[in-house]
Every structure is written in C-alpha cells, then in structure tokens.
C-alpha cells in the first residue's frame, strides 16, 4: 500500500501563485507516475499533470504554460508549482500515484481545497 498526503492548498485572488505538495510513504517501489488531478463542484475529476520516475511530464492543455509539476525520488515527493491562477481553476486538488503499466491512478491522497477568488 501507498499513502499520500498532501498540502499546500488555500485561497488566492486570481493572478496568484499557490504550490501544492505531496508525500509519499509505504510501498515507494511499487509507484512509477505520480501526479495530480482536481475536481470541481459538479463536474469530474479531471488530470492536471503527471511526472514519471525519469522526469517525463505530460499536462493538461488547461494548465500548460502556467502550472508546473517535479518531484523529488530520494524524498518520495511530487509537487505542483500553480502560477497565473484563473477562478476557473478552483476545485480539490488530488495527489495521484500509478502502478506500473496502468494507465489509472492506483493510489490517491485525500486532497486539498484550491479556491480562486476574481
């Protein structure tokens, strides 16, 4: 099992920067991509960016160019660097982590409130 904890979340006014983080603890060899989604009132829990264990990321067209994911293997952490925040990205925010080989998260933390104000 993987536990995922997250932090970093909170209120900013639009145009403003927030960095979530997250760490991962227990059974680190059994992850490969880690990442983060969100979800917003009403509608679906959507992928904000990913990061594989070699540095590959992939993003949202949403975020591309204002949001930016790394992580940090020898501490087991994943962090998502949230700048140029709109209203629209307001939403609860998830840390993921994937097995190998699937293409789902098989481990999520408990997620943490990102509200943007205009």
């Known amino acids: 099992q993987v536990q995922l904890a997250e932090s970093g979340g909170g209120l900013v006014q639009a145009g403003g920067s927030l960095r979530l983080s997250c760490a991962a603890s227990?059974?680190?060899?059994?992850?490969?991509?880690m990442g983060w989604y969100r979800q917003a009132p009403g509608k679906q829990r959507e992928l904000v960016a990913t990061?594989?264990?070699?540095?590959?990321?992939n993003y949202a067209d949403s975020v591309k160019g204002r949001f930016a994911i790394s992580r940090d293997n020898a501490k087991n952490t994943v962090a998502l660097q949230m700048n140029s925040l709109k209203p629209e990205d307001t939403a609860v925010y998830y840390c993921?982590?994937?097995?190998?080989?699937?293409?789902?998260?098989?481990?999520w933390g408990q997620g943490t409130q990102v509200t943007v104000s205009s």
């Open positions: 227990g059974s680190i060899f059994s992850i490969n991509r």
């Open positions: 993921a982590a994937f097995r190998p080989n699937y293409a789902t998260p098989g481990y």
């Open positions: 990061i594989s264990r070699a540095g590959t990321t």
